[in-house]
């Protein structure tokens, strides 16, 4: 009786197979990763889209806008808190905005104990942005980041937006109209640790620019800038480990950007519409409306 003869691969039937596996494991893993990517922008956007019902609860409630940060002195004025703190309580974080009012009944220095300044909060940060929420380490201390800044208009010093340094806007003040106005957009944290902390912070200059709010048109005015270019930033891609793309706007996601406007709405915008943002910046610029 004869015995079966039993073929095994060749080498070159073996390279091919492996071959083809790998290719197949290659698109797997590419597919995977472009279905957590959109699935990032998607939960990014929709963030914006909770902060943007959180600034209108506030506005029904306060009858105008949060700070975009308190710097003036005074009593119940909170100095260098961020207008991110101040939406807490329409975050569904009343206790944390709680805490953040008794620490301020203990210390008027925010950034000192029992301020709850290291405290991630979910709400402010991107999926995509892996410095947020944190916290991370900064001489000596553990600090909280967001990846949403508020729009303070086309110049640090211009207050022409809608959110900058003692702030008090409502909503009838924007006379470019709510649909055609930025509230805040993505930027995340700066590599260094100093500008991207959500509870409070002082900016480049005491106004929380580059912090907790950010101008279309930033220039560099403080020494933790030193070395980027005098001219103003303008939105465009952006890179985690350079210091100076904390000048504007921009994110993780791939050729673009999230931005809130006052209506509540939430837009992403290509990095080509760099020219049109400064008009969108402004809220009463007489600008016609335009989107992308």
């Known amino acids: 009786m004869s015995r079966g003869v039993r073929r095994g691969f060749?080498?070159?039937?073996?390279?091919?197979?492996?071959?083809?596996?790998?290719?197949?494991?290659?698109?797997?893993l590419s597919a995977v990763q472009r279905v957590r990517a959109a699935a990032a922008r998607t939960n990014c956007g929709d963030r914006l889209r909770q902060l943007g019902l959180a600034f209108h609860h506030f506005h029904d409630a306060r009858g105008a806008l949060p700070a975009g940060v308190a710097v003036k002195e005074g009593p119940g004025v909170y100095q260098y808190l961020n207008w991110e703190a101040r939406l807490l309580p329409y975050l569904d974080q009343g206790p944390l905005w709680r805490q953040a009012e008794e620490a301020f009944g203990a210390n008027p220095n925010v950034f000192g104990a029992p301020h709850p300044i290291a405290v991630p909060v979910p709400a402010f940060?991107?999926?995509?942005?892996?410095?947020?929420?944190?916290?991370?380490?900064?001489?000596?201390?553990?600090?909280?980041?967001?990846?949403?800044?508020g729009v303070s208009g086309t110049r640090r010093t211009r207050h022409d937006g809608v959110l900058f340094a003692d702030s008090k806007t409502k909503l009838t003040d924007v006379l470019d109209g709510t649909s055609y106005t930025l509230l805040a957009g993505e930027r995340p944290s700066t590599p260094d640790g100093v500008f991207g902390w959500w509870y409070a912070g002082g900016g480049q200059r005491g106004d929380g620019s580059a912090e907790s709010v950010l101008s279309t048109g930033e220039v560099p005015s403080s020494v933790w800038f030193n070395g980027c270019p005098g001219g103003r930033a303008r939105f465009g891609p952006g890179r985690l480990d350079e210091q100076c793309d904390g000048l504007h706007f921009w994110s993780l996601h791939p050729g673009g950007a999230h931005f809130l406007f006052c209506d509540g709405s939430v837009r992403y915008f290509p990095y080509a519409a760099a020219d049109l943002l400064p008009a969108l910046a402004t809220r009463a610029g007489g600008e016609p409306g335009e989107l992308p």
Do not use: K, N
Request: glycine share 14%.
């Open 125 to 149: 940060a991107c999926p995509a942005d892996p410095h947020a929420p944190g916290p991370r380490a900064w001489q000596g201390g553990m600090y909280a980041f967001t990846s949403y800044l």
């Open 10 to 28: 060749t080498l070159v039937e073996l390279v091919v197979v492996v071959g083809i596996v790998g290719l197949m494991v290659g698109l797997t």
